[in-house]
Nanobody, 119 residues
Framework: QVQLVESGGGLVQAGDSLRLSCAAS???????MGWFRQAPGKEREFIGN????????YLIDSVKGRFGISRDNGMNTLYLQMNSLKPEDTAVYYC?????????????WGQGTQVTVSS
């Protein structure tokens, strides 16, 4: 198992940057990690993911070029660097973990961190 705690959210203006962190306990380095977000009144949205080694990342088109995912397995931490933030990026952001033993489904989730972008 792995326990996840997100941090780094806040209120920023359009065009600003934020870096979210997801601190993990347990065997963090054995998990592929994903970032999700949920805006008010909307379904949870997958943003992107990173493999257990950090060797490969994927981001959805709407954030590609503005967001970046990275991880530090030595620090048991996942990151989401968000640049050029837009009001439509306002949401609660979640990290999640998956691996072979979860059938590669995101079985472990953090509690979320709020990001609010004002125009």
């Amino acid at each position: 198992q792995v326990q996840l705690v997100e941090s780094g959210g806040g209120l920023v203006q359009a065009g600003d940057s934020l870096r979210l962190s997801c601190a993990a306990s347990g065997r963090f380095s054995s998990y592929n990690m994903g970032w999700f977000r949920q805006a008010p009144g909307k379904e949870r949205e997958f943003i992107g993911n990173i493999t257990w080694s950090g060797g490969s990342t994927y981001l959805i088109d709407s954030v590609k070029g503005r967001f970046g995912i990275s991880r530090d397995n030595g620090m048991n931490t996942l990151y989401l660097q968000m640049n050029s933030l837009k009001p439509e990026d306002t949401a609660v952001y979640y990290c999640a973990a998956s691996n072979y033993y979860t059938d590669y489904k995101y079985a472990y989730w953090g509690q979320g961190t709020q990001v609010t972008v004002s125009s």
